[in-house]
Each structure stands twice: as structure tokens, then as C-alpha cells.
């Protein structure tokens, strides 16, 4: 549909809000007529969909709407949406007073509504989208995002994300499959199923349906036929119980890649934390994922110098790593955050400067593991799906473990599986000659 009115987005924090932004696009597209732009002077309308995880890029969001101010044309409109939203709300307006709207992580579905409307504030948490069809997020061609659930019914005592997305209800599986079956039917071959905690997916829908599970949500994605691959994000180390494990390992169309957010190797830090699980329950569920799962890779999420965090609780973590044996590490500093639990363990907050150094030494540690592993690859075979091919000719895929290959290629192999042996590689991606 052909429009005069452009909207530039740009996004902060995680792949939902990633998801967010593409639903915030389709329904302005749908009901409003607008068209994305990447270049924000042309845009008669410039959002920001926001993070709140941690305090930075909290004071990036004001940073960015200062420039997005100066360099918007004359009446372009600028709204802020997401989590920071959510919990900020009005005060955003108050501190930039250019921001024409504010609208939560939960409120998505009124963006249409508020868009018009100078000053308008929308961020309530019991708002329940969970029942409101919005279109596929596509990723590219050949994949699509589809959220599982809203909200998150954990109280992890760091994390601020339960105050701005609310608590966890599930979309009736009929509607995932469906959002999915249409995405492939638009030529996806791959879903990421979304949720902040996917694995306790089914406990809660907004029309009091019995209960679900996460297991069988996968089994129903797994039918659609000409889906080739299904990974999802995130799964709770708590709740990966063997059922879970035993289809992970013989569901054929599961990515063989798992996110297994740690958060700390310490028994008496997850405590604190309130992550319900031991260092033995998170080493017993990542050896039985490695034991059924062969190829597996594992990717993590760590926060070092948690209030409390002695040196021994850290070296906790260090032994986890080395014994998973992590294949991927989002590592971050403890960020303290408004209304959270941990604010109450300020006097034990660990010394920026030991923090720092505790992050770096995990960096160095998992880089040396990496060095060590990707070498391991060069002369294998590898199967990857096509989806994209770069100017200079070099193809790009994801292997069935989700590491990156570059390989010489053209665009008839795009959408393909094919196969590629390795040739060189780098702590993060492959490289080779496609060979079938
Ligand atoms: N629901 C997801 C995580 C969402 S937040 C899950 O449980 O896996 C993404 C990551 O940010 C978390 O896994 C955690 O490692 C990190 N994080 C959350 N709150 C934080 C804080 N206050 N300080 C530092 N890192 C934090
Ligand atoms: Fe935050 Fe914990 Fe929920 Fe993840 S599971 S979003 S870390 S409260
Ligand atoms: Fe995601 Fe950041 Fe919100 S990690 S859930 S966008 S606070």
C-alpha cells in the first residue's frame, strides 16, 4: 500500500521487543498507513521501543530521543513504547516534554489509538493482550518470531521486567499455531517461539482453559509440515524437566541450540536471587541435555557481583562455565533496579571496580574456550539454511545448532538447507564451501 506518512523505529533490549516493534509497525501500517523508513529525517513519526534490564540503556533511551528531537522534520511526532515506558510513564513527558506519547511493553495493541493523541499515556500491566491477533513478525524471508506468552510470573529478585511486562498468561495454542501456519504458509521454514519464561508456558490463559505445557505446545508447532526448525526463548533451568528434555532430544525439528540462563554458579547466590534451583540442578539439566542432545550448543546469561557475591560464590560460576562448557555467554554486571527485591541488599552491593573485574575475567575465560573449540570444526561438514546473500557474493546461514556460516554461494541457494564444509573459522562463525 502505497503511503506518504513514514515511521522510523528503532529498538532497544530483547528479541520481544524486537517482536514488539515489528507488531508496532504492522498495526500502524494496517490501521494507520504508515510505511517503515531507516532514515529518521524523513520520518513523520519516530519511535523508540525501550529497555529497562539495566540502567544503561535506561539513559541511552533519553540520550536517543535528545537526537531523535534535533534531526526529526518540522511536526514529525515522537513516541516512546516498551519497557522503560512501562515503568517511567508519564515522568518521560515530563523530562522530554517533545515526546508526544508513551505507551507500555503490555499496550502494544493500542498504539493504533494513542498515536494521534498529544500526551497520551498508556502502560498499564494487567493489560491482557493475550488474545489479540497481531500479524507475523517475520525476521527475514524465511523466519518468524511468535510470541508464546505475555508477562512473567518469576520474582527474580534483580530483575525488573515482571513491573513493566506483568504477569504471565499464555496465548491459547490454537492461536500460536495458527500465527505459525501462517508464517510458513508466507515461505518461513523457521519459528522462534517467544516468552519470557516459555518453559512454564500453559499455566494461565486469559479464557480459564485448563492447563497446558510448554512439551506439548511443541508438539502441536512440530505438525506443520513444511516447518523445518523450531527454537525458543527463554526456557527456565528450573523448569526444564526430563519430559522437556526427552522431546527436546527426539523432536527433529528442535534447534539444537538451548538458551540455559545461569545468572550465578552459587547455590547461595541463586538463593538470593530467588532462581529456585542449585549449582547441582543447573550441571545435573545441562550433563542430561549434553548426554541425549548430540551437537548441542548451550548459550547462557550471567550476572556477576550480585549484592553479596563473595569471591567464592564467583568461583562457583567459574566452575560452571568450565563444566558446561557454554558455547555462547551473555555476560553482565548487576545493574540495581527500581521496585526490585535486591534494592533491600544495597549495603552488600559489591564494588564497582571487582565487578568489572570479575566480567572481565569470564569475557577472557569464555574467549579462551572458544579458541580452543571452533578450531575443532575446520574440515567438518555442516547443514545450514540460506538466508541471506551479501553484495560480494558470500551467502549466510544458521547451522541446526544456530552458529553463523559464511560461505561463496548465489541466490538460487537462498531458502535452501545445504550442506558446507568448514574451512576457517572464528570465535563466533564458520566459514566454508557449500558442497551440496
Ligand atoms: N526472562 C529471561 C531474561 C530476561 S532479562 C530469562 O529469565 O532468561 C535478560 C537478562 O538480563 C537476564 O537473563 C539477566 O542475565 C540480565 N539481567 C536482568 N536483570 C538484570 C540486572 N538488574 N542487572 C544485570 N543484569 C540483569
Ligand atoms: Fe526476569 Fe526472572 Fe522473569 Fe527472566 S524469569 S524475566 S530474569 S523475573
Ligand atoms: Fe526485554 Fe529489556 Fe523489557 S530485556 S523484557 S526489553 S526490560
Not at 204 to 210: C, V
Amino acid at each position: 500500500m502505497s503511503s506518504n506518512k513514514k515511521l522510523f523505529i528503532q529498538t532497544l533490549g530483547c528479541q520481544m521487543n524486537d517482536t514488539d516493534s515489528q507488531h508496532i509497525a504492522s498495526e500502524l501500517e494496517k490501521h494507520k498507513d504508515y510505511t517503515q523508513t531507516e532514515q529518521i529525517e524523513d520520518a513523520d513519526l519516530i519511535i523508540i521501543n525501550t529497555c529497562s534490564v539495566r540502567e544503561k540503556p535506561v539513559q541511552k533511551l533519553f540520550s536517543e530521543i535528545g537526537q531523535f528531537n534535533k534531526k526529526k522534520k518540522d511536526g514529525a511526532k515522537i513516541g516512546v513504547c516498551g519497557c522503560t515506558a512501562s515503568h517511567l510513564g508519564k515522568d518521560i513527558i515530563k523530562r522530554a516534554p517533545y515526546v508526544d506519547f508513551v505507551v507500555g511493553a503490555r499496550n502494544i495493541s493500542k498504539i493504533k489509538d494513542v498515536v494521534d493523541v498529544k500526551g497520551a499515556v498508556e502502560i498499564a500491566i494487567d493489560n491482557d493482550e493475550s488474545m489479540y491477533e497481531f500479524a507475523a513478525a517475520k525476521t527475514n524471508k524465511y523466519r518468524a518470531s511468535v510470541n508464546i506468552s505475555v508477562g512473567c510470573d518469576k520474582k527474580c529478585t534483580y530483575c525488573i521486567v515482571p513491573n513493566t511486562r506483568g504477569e504471565e498468561i499464555s496465548i491459547p495454542p490454537e492461536m500460536i499455531v495458527k500465527q505459525v501456519q501462517n508464517a510458513v504458509d508466507e515461505g518461513a521454514v523457521e519459528v522462534m517461539l517467544l516468552g519470557q519464561n516459555v518453559n512454564s508456558y500453559g499455566r494461565r490463559f486469559s479464557d480459564k482453559r485448563p492447563k497446558y505445557s510448554f512439551t506439548k505446545l511443541l508438539q502441536d508447532v512440530s505438525k506443520i509440515e513444511k516447518l523445518k526448525r523450531i527454537r525458543f526463548t527463554s526456557p527456565h533451568p528450573l523448569h526444564m524437566d526430563d519430559e522437556f528434555i526427552e522431546e527436546f532430544a527426539k523432536n527433529e525439528k528442535i534447534s539444537r541450540c538451548i538458551h540455559m540462563p545461569l545468572q550465578s554458579g552459587s547455590t547461595s547466590i541463586l538463593r538470593a536471587m530467588k532462581r529456585g534451583y542449585t549449582k547441582e540442578w543447573f550441571l545435573n539439566r545441562a550433563a542430561k541435555m549434553r548426554e541425549l542432545v548430540p551437537n548441542l550448543r548451550i548459550t547462557t546469561d550471567i550476572i556477576v557481583a550480585f549484592p553479596g557475591e563473595t569471591d567464592e560464590d564467583y568461583q562457583d560460576t567459574l566452575d560452571v562455565v568450565r563444566k558446561v562448557g557454554f558455547d555462547q555467554v551473555f555476560n553482565f554486571k548487576y545493574s540495581p533496579r527500581p521496585e526490585t527485591a535486591a534494592l533491600e541488599l544495597k549495603e552488600q552491593e559489591i564494588p564497582d571496580e571487582i565487578g568489572s573485574a570479575r566480567l572481565t575475567e569470564l569475557i577472557e575465560l569464555h574467549k579462551r574456550h572458544l579458541e580452543q573449540e571452533m578450531p575443532k570444526l575446520i574440515g567438518s561438514t555442516v547443514n545450514i539454511l540460506v538466508e541471506s546473500l551479501k553484495p560480494n557474493g558470500e551467502i549466510s546461514g544458521y547451522t541446526d545448532n544456530y552458529l553463523q556460516v559464511f560461505a561463496k554461494g548465489s541466490d538460487d541457494l537462498l531458502g535452501k538447507f545445504v550442506d558446507v564444509k568448514v574451512t576457517d573459522v572464528t570465535r563466533t562463525a564458520l566459514k566454508g564451501e557449500v558442497i551440496a
